[in-house]
């Protein structure tokens, strides 16, 4: 009968078919071809004519557009519909009150027949009917005859079936594979698997597949080879590992379980793990369905035996508390914004970080459970939009539905951020939304915009942000969507509740920088003095936005050397004035500022103050210190800084300021803070430094100092406990206190600066790094000239002495001690004069002056005993009982070792006290009474781990390896001389090295001595 569908048939997985009956009919130009389409596509339901008209003539007038729809319907209707009487009813394309329907049964549709034959095949697989699921598959392909949907290829409202229908080929053709390996007709399966891994390499399915496959039909090594390439391409392609499903196949295959293989090649699609309870509850059995990377459904998706086979399009979103409704003017799906500002033309370097914003969209899409949000983060100046507006462009084509672009001004001069009602209004209108139809309130508005680009893909560029709250209404909530957020501050809440990916920009290495200059001013220019382009980069920090200041005026003055512009730079150094550009945007004193304006007082203070310290980065009890601040305060000031940038944290607790952010407070720190203001900030960051370095410093004990300078302003205490804290502490801020004693030594602050050096050089000297702890002492020494102070001098210069003899330069240490007692002569001070006769001893003993060294031993526990001084008297002692253990009367010394270990340990002086134990040691050991040698010798080891001192136990474990030896003890010689021997090696200036393997040598020669 005319008219009717039953001899109807209709082919979308290609060109458009129309067939009745079995001869093809012709529908027409391309244009009707994509009219049929578009209506088939609604699977029955009517579309309005308007809808129609925007969807095939996209920016079209109406009026024409209509004029053309109708004439098209007409010759449609004609060839569907011939023995139609002419003012007839439409039975198969009808017009209804809310436009045009095509009604034709689902099963006219190849597409449909497609999916039910599919469908049916993978039925008759979990049946374990292989074969006849072959057949099925067979016939399912067959009816496909190109791209799907190929004659509206080039229309929106095509894309998203066409990319569903290209899916579900792929997945029938992976269960065709499935079929085979089953029905055990390998080597076919291995043939076609190659084919579809060549036009989809990233498809872990198919590749699992193949490689149950090679193994099945002997080809393991084959098989392994594959996973291997497949590892290389997931790398370096994606930054992806296989997925712990095919790392499984792989290890199985490994160790040869056959069982394993057919296991996973029954259950690796979603009929098998129906069929195969124990596989679907094993995770080994997992793998990705779809691509990594690409979005899209599970590709076992077509087979379910509950889907439902059809074409039919993603329905219009429902209402959201009534604010979408069913007029045209709500919502214009062919409006596609494309608002991205264009890319600088002078772009060049961040390659790791535009990578790893690539890998960040891949890794969030592959989920496919929330929108990606990539937050590009960084300080002022460092190129975040510039990165950002980048990425962006590269990867718009993912996002067909349009770019949308605010600047939310949350750092600018106008120091207002826009309001986010604004931006939804913007947003909302630029996707079609009429003016009316946009509700009042921030959250209506949100929904209505999260509603419209359900339907979309699209791209959101939030640029400039100030805070969550600003950003979090403007974020798409569907995966297929996404969002580019630049900002100043860290936003931590985004990367917490939207599972934000965040990328932080520091400055780029030197060079990129000098790319950066050539990419502005040309090769042959920089080539021809490459040394001031490298000293321009310096200069500007490497500070993308100075080096475009300073490539800038290059630009304008080419008559200028990179030579003569480096100077320029170079006489300014303290100021900003050099990166003045033209305008707000291109003037690093105004980018800056604008972050500073948005800071609280407190925080905005201690920015400034941060110029003072010299030091590479501060703690956050320094920083109160010099903020005069409780902790508690300055550590809220110290994270808005950091949030917003103005500050780093270089490791946990600490926290650099950079380069020309250093400059800018320096600035603002002469030009705010009065300089007595200033002096009491110092004082207070040099006080701090000094109690801490005080409390428990491994090295002074050695010899006893005077106290610190009064203090003169009030500092937030520091003080480590324990020595392994202690050493953490002087690690941490080694450098912090190399700055802080030259900036002291500089400024006129001499005590400060002598005392710093004296806690220094002690921590260094017992690190073992002597030649550190002399020109640190030398600073010190030039400031004590400089404040006239004789016994300071005395002392420093005795310091020295110590230095210089544990480096094995005795001559040069002996006469500073000289200078030391030219400096006393008129200094009336025992305690100076005993302490010097000592550091007499030391080195002449060092020096091998024995007798000498016995003779000024003697003077010191003389001088220590008139003034009834205890502790120096200890400490006389043991000087008196080594050296006498030294020239052979052990006798003699064991009163004086015995007398120096009793008063040390009540004076509770821990390193002194192990020395004066390794004395007792040495003068038993003499006596022959070797393992109480030995017992000494471990005490003594066991109080200078304690107290951090990695220099002195070197020369102890040679001589408990020599006790230990004479006792009979092999054992405890070749530990203790190889401990020695480890130690040497570190620090080569602490013992001879040979003199210790020539030790360890000896025990393999029976009735040798060890030393």
Known sequence: MPGTTDDLWLGVLGPLLVQRAGQVLDVGPPKRRALALRLLLEDGRAVSADRLCEDLWPGRSPTRAVQSLHSHISRLRAVLEPGRPAHGKAGILVRETRGYALRVPSDALDSVRFEQAVARAGRLLADGRSRRACREIESALSLW????????????????????????????????????????DLHRAVGEAEALIVRHPLREITWALLMCALYLTGRHADALSRFEELRKSLAEELGLRPSPGLSALQEAILRHDLEFVRRMARSVLTPGLDHDPAAAADPAFRIRRTPPGTPGGNAASVTGADSRPSIRTVAAPAAVGGLLRSSPLVFQPTLRPAQLPPESPLFT????????????????????????????????????????LRFAHQVAGRFPDGQLFADLRGFDDSGTARDTAEVLQEFLTSLGTSLSAVPASVSHRTALLRTVLARRRVLLFLDNARDEEQVRPLLPSTPDCMAVVTSRSELHGLLAAEGARSITLHVPPVEEGRAILTRRLGAA????????????????????????VAAARATLHPEFTLRALAEELRAGERTLDAFSGTGDSGDVRAVFSWTYRALSPRAARLFRLLALHPGPDISTAAAASLADLPVPQTRAA????????????????????????????????????????????????????????????????????????????????????????????????????????????????????????????????????????????????????????????????????????????????????????DLLEHVDDYLEHAWLHLSFGALLHAAGRDGAALHRSVEALHMAREHGDLVTEADACNSVGWTLSVLGRPREALAYCRRSVAGLRRAGV??????????????????????????????????????????????????????????????????????????????????????????????????????
């Open 145 to 184: 005859r190109g791209a799907p949907l190929e004659d509206a290829q080039d229309y929106l409202f095509a894309a998203r079936q066409a990319a569903r229908l290209s899916t579900a080929l792929v997945a029938a053709e992976e269960l065709h594979i499935c079929a085979l390996v089953q029905d055990e």
């Open 349 to 388: 370097g961040r390659r790791g970080e535009l990578e790893s914003m690539h890998a960040a969209l891949r890794d969030t899409q592959q989920k496919g459970t929330a929108p990606p949000v990539i937050l590009v983060g960084g300080a002022p100046g460092v190129g975040k939009t510039t990165l950002a």
């Open 525 to 548: 220019r920089v080539e021809a003095d490459p040394e001031a382009a490298e000293d321009i980069v310096r200069l500007c920090a490497g500070l993308p936005l100075a080096l475009a």
């Open 638 to 821: 110290l994270t808005e800084l950091t949030r917003t940038r103005m500050l780093a944290e270089s490791s946990v607790g600490r926290f650099a300021l950079r380069d020309l952010l250093r400059v800018y407070a320096g600035e603002l720190v002469r030009e705010q803070e009065t300089p007595s203001a200033r002096t009491a900030a110092l004082l207070r960051v040099y006080d701090h430094s000094l109690d801490a370095a005080r409390t428990g410093a491994p090295g002074p004990c050695r010899v006893p100092v005077s106290p610190d300078p009064p203090s003169t302003a009030k500092a937030v205490p520091e003080r480590p406990a324990g020595t392994q804290e202690t050493l953490r502490w002087f690690a941490a801020e080694e450098q912090v206190l190399h700055a802080l004693l030259r900036q002291a030594a500089r400024d006129g602050f001499h005590r400060h600066a002598c005392r710093l050096a004296w806690w220094l050089q002690g921590y260094l000297d017992a690190d073992g790094r002597s030649a550190d702890a002399v020109a640190v002492l030398g600073v010190a020494l030039d400031a004590a000239r400089a404040a006239g102070d004789a016994r300071e001098q005395a002392r420093l210069h005795r310091a020295l002495a110590g230095c210089l003899g544990r480096a094995g330069r005795h001559g040069e240490g002996l006469d500073h001690l000289d200078r030391a007692a």
């Open 910 to 1011: 821990t390193q002194r006290e192990a020395y004066a134990w390794d004395s007792l040691g040495h003068a038993l050991h003499r006596l022959g009474r070797h393992r109480w040698a030995v017992g000494c010798y471990r005490t003594a080891l066991r109080l200078m781990r304690a107290c951090g001192d990695a220099y002195t136990p070197v020369g102890t474990l040679v001589r408990l390896g020599d006790a230990g030896r004479a006792a009979g003890d092999a054992a405890c010689a070749r530990l203790a001389w190889g401990r020695a021997l480890a130690l040497a090696e570190e620090r080569p200036d602490a013992h001879p090295l040979d003199d210790i393997r020539d030790r360890l040598r000896s025990l393999a020669v029976p009735g040798r001595p060890g030393g």
